[in-house]
């Protein structure tokens, strides 16, 4: 199933923090809780509500735990939209273990005719980070360098 921007709701909390910006995020399924993270960390820097499926971007990590891929996870599509300014407006995680996952995102290339553009997020901290599951589904907290 594809998560889309305009799927994140009440799922997504924007967190107060000393010079930098947090998250808390839920979801019913662990890909889930990836998917709408992404979106929302890149819902920070950019108005999603703009960005088209134009393209379709392949994304394969490996990582040492689940902390450590949803760090890299979301640093890495930061520095997709930092560098090659790319941004996602569709995540789908399609396999995912402790230690690995294979996804894809779908967007287009920075307009900044057309994208408003928010907050510069600099990267993604280990401070505080956390993927817990509930009895719910899974939770996740997460602090950005502004």
């Known amino acids: 199933m594809v998560t889309r921007a305009c ?7 924007e967190l107060e923090h000393t010079a930098d910006l947090g998250l808390e995020v839920e979801a019913p399924s662990l890909p889930l ?10 819902g920070l820097m950019i108005d999603l509500a ?3 499926p134009r ?3 392949a994304i394969a990590l490996a990582a040492d735990d689940r ?4 760090h890299d996870w979301l640093q890495h599509l ?4 930092q560098t090659g300014a790319f941004a996602c ?4 995680v399609e396999e995912l273990s ?3 996952l294979r996804a894809w995102g779908a967007g287009e290339r920075v307009d900044r005719a057309r994208h408003r553009l928010h907050t510069e997020v600099k990267g993604v901290t280990y401070h505080e980070l956390a993927v817990r599951e509930t009895a719910t589904g899974w939770w996740a907290r997460v602090i950005f360098d502004v």
């Not at 799927?7 to 909390?13: A, Q, S, T, W």
């Not at 902390?67 to 949803?70: D, G, H, I, Y």
């Not at 930061?78 to 939209?81: A, D, G």
């Open 7 to 13: 799927d994140l709701g009440p799922c997504v909390r």
């Open 55 to 57: 393209e379709r971007d």
């Open 67 to 70: 902390e450590a891929l949803f």
């Open 50 to 52: 703009t960005v088209e």
């Open 33 to 42: 809780l990836f998917e709408r993270a992404g979106l929302a960390m890149l």
């Open 89 to 92: 407006g569709e995540l789908t």
């Open 78 to 81: 930061l520095v997709r939209l």
């Open 98 to 100: 402790e230690r690995a």
